[in-house]
């Protein structure tokens, strides 16, 4: 099926595709998702088809509040039930026991269910309107950058679904952390805007769940969030451009401005003072790169704490050299 597809902030609009198994892209403050009814499994069929993406690589739902939660999960430690309370909504998601009212096709067949409670103001209208959570994945082809903006689902999503709920650019920048729990102890399977550190305030210790190998969290691929161009996370960019004499570089940086290439060819993030702002403009610079004819996009490292930790976590996932 081919779509004439629509950008729109019709909120009733996008209920009655949803309604109707459609799918719709959806912004949240972390990016944007293809949502379809989590009890309708022909819609998520849909979605994996449009994202191109494997049936074993499961979807996290999207609830309207947190009593929802309740309704998908068993089992809610106390520890969970701490983070609900504390970083709900908002930018986490946490991996808990599914009850049987979750669909297997969500989960991939495991036992486990992803929930999350959006905090969006049109995401969450949208949702309370609805009689049925979504599911979502973040709205991009499986592998690609994720999106940040109702123009870039447009750019890759186009003909593939009716409707896109334009919510303005994501807040956050960043998909959210994702956390689950290994004999009661909190596991961070993916690193996100929630730090480790705001979480380890609430519940103590957590461990990091590094294990690149294993597919449990498929978000913890080695490769995955990476442009068509090559990119490359580096501390040292001369030693980069040095390397690569002749070829049409592009540089995400923060700060100032390198001294090593022309302006033009950089784009400044943000400050290591704020690096939220990093984050918030980091995956619209990279689709701004990604689409400027470079033959190699440089990314300066930042320091590995708090969000910075985060965002380095994706650009070497996103890293092609
Ligand atoms: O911020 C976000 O989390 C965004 C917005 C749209 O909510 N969503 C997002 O979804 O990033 P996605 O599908 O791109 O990444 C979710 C990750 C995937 O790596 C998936 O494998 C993992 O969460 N996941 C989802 N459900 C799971 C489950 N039941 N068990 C284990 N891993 C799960
Ligand atoms: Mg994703």
Same mark, same amino acid.
């Given at each position: 099926?081919?779509?004439?597809?629509?950008?729109?902030? &019709?909120?009733?609009?996008?209920?009655?595709?949803?309604?109707?198994?459609?799918?719709?892209?959806?912004?949240?403050?972390?990016?944007?998702?293809l949502?379809?009814?989590?009890?309708?499994?022909?819609?998520?069929?849909?979605?994996?088809?449009?994202?191109?993406? %494997?049936?074993?690589?499961?979807?996290?739902?999207?609830v309207?509040?947190?009593?929802?939660?309740?309704?998908?999960?068993?089992?809610i430690?106390?520890?969970?039930?701490?983070?609900?309370?504390?970083?709900?909504?908002?930018?986490?998601?946490?991996?808990?026991?599914?009850k049987?009212?979750?669909?297997?096709?969500?989960?991939?067949?495991?036992?486990?269910v992803?929930?999350?409670?959006?905090?969006?103001?049109?995401?969450?209208?949208?949702?309370?309107?609805?009689?049925?959570?979504?599911?979502?994945?973040?709205?991009?082809?499986?592998?690609?950058?994720?999106?940040?903006?109702?123009?870039?689902?447009?750019?890759?999503?186009?003909?593939?679904? %009716?409707?896109?709920?334009?919510?303005?650019?994501?807040?956050?920048?960043?998909?959210?952390?994702?956390?689950?729990?290994?004999?009661?102890?909190?596991?961070?399977?993916?690193?996100?805007?929630?730090?480790?550190? &705001?979480i380890?305030?609430?519940?103590?210790?957590?461990?990091?769940?590094? &294990?690149?190998?294993?597919?449990?969290?498929?978000?913890?691929?080695?490769?995955?969030?990476? %442009?068509?161009?090559?990119?490359?996370?580096?501390?040292?960019?001369?030693?980069?451009?040095?390397?690569?004499?002749?070829?049409?570089?592009?540089?995400?940086?923060?700060?100032?401005?390198?001294?090593?290439?022309?302006?033009?060819?950089?784009?400044?993030?943000?400050?290591?003072?704020?690096?939220?702002?990093?984050?918030?403009?980091?995956?619209?610079?990279?689709?701004?790169?990604?689409?400027?004819?470079?033959?190699l996009?440089?990314?300066k490292?930042?320091? &590995?704490?708090?969000?910075?930790k985060?965002?380095?976590?994706?650009?070497?996932?996103?890293?092609?050299?």
């Amino acid at each position: 099926m081919i779509y004439n597809t629509e950008i729109g902030t &019709d909120i009733l609009l996008a209920k009655q595709f949803l309604d109707k198994e459609e799918i719709v892209a959806i912004p949240t403050e972390t990016v944007y998702g293809l949502a379809a009814s989590a009890f309708s499994e022909k819609a998520i069929n849909s979605v994996y088809t449009a994202k191109k993406r %494997p049936s074993t690589n499961p979807l996290i739902i999207h609830v309207a509040n947190k009593d929802w939660i309740y309704e998908l999960a068993k089992e809610i430690n106390e520890k969970a039930a701490l983070l609900i309370e504390k970083f709900m909504p908002g930018p986490l998601t946490l991996l808990l026991p599914k009850k049987k009212l979750v669909p297997d096709i969500v989960t991939s067949g495991m036992p486990n269910v992803a929930i999350r409670f959006p905090d969006h103001p049109i995401a969450n209208n949208l949702l309370k309107k609805l009689d049925y959570p979504l599911a979502a994945p973040s709205a991009n082809p499986f592998g690609y950058i994720s999106p940040t903006t109702a123009q870039h689902v447009y750019s890759q999503m186009n003909g593939k679904i %009716p409707f896109i709920l334009d919510g303005g650019k994501c807040t956050a920048g960043i998909e959210s952390t994702i956390i689950g729990f290994r004999n009661g102890i909190p596991v961070i399977y993916r690193l996100g805007s929630v730090t480790i550190s &705001d979480i380890e305030h609430v519940v103590g210790p957590v461990t990091i769940n590094a &294990d690149t190998s294993q597919t449990v969290v498929p978000g913890m691929l080695k490769k995955h969030y990476s %442009p068509r161009t090559p990119l490359l996370l580096t501390q040292n960019i001369d030693e980069v451009l040095n390397k690569h004499i002749g070829k049409k570089i592009g540089l995400l940086t923060y700060g100032t401005y390198s001294p090593s290439l022309p302006e033009e060819h950089q784009i400044v993030l943000g400050t290591i003072a704020n690096m939220s702002v990093i984050a918030f403009n980091l995956y619209s610079a990279m689709h701004t790169m990604d689409v400027a004819g470079y033959d190699l996009i440089i990314v300066k490292r930042l320091p &590995d704490e708090g969000i910075g930790k985060s965002i380095n976590d994706r650009l070497n996932r996103a890293s092609t050299l």
